[in-house]
Nanobody
Framework: QVQLVESGGGLVQAGGSLRLSCAAS????????MAWFRQAPGKEREAVGA????????YYADSVKGRFTMSRDNAKNTVYLQMNSLEPEDTAVYYC?????????????????????WGQGTQVTVSS
């Protein structure tokens, strides 16, 4: 089993920055593809970004390209999401997700159904 715990959310002014962390733990933990998703009230859960097993390759939604950056530290079993130039439209609950399979980063990692493990979510609110 794998447990994911997000942290780092909060309330920030538009134009500000936050860094989210996702710590993975569990006896059977392995460094699979991981992702950040977000969900605003009344909207579908959408992919923010995904990162390959090694951390070399990433995918980002068009809406966050150039503003958000994913990274991972496999020695610490932790994935990060650095969010800069935040906008009110970024307000959502942000979820960390981990693939249960050892597949490489691919186009399917844009979709929530690809992932087997999810964190509890952390609220990000951006005020105007």
């Amino acid at each position: 089993q794998v447990q994911l715990v997000e942290s780092g959310g909060g309330l920030v002014q538009a134009g500000g920055s936050l860094r989210l962390s996702c710590a993975a733990s569990g006896r059977t933990f392995s460094s699979t593809v991981m992702a950040w998703f977000r969900q605003a009230p009344g909207k579908e859960r959408e992919a923010v970004g995904a990162i390959s097993r090694s951390g070399v390759s990433t995918y980002y939604a068009d809406s966050v390209k150039g503003r958000f950056t994913m990274s991972r530290d496999n020695a610490k079993n932790t994935v990060y999401l650095q969010m800069n130039s935040l906008e009110p439209e970024d307000t959502a609950v942000y979820y960390c997700a981990a693939d249960g399979l050892f597949q490489n980063l691919n186009l399917n990692h844009r979709y929530p159904g690809t992932y087997d493990y999810w964190g509890q979510g952390t609220q990000v609110t951006v005020s105007s």
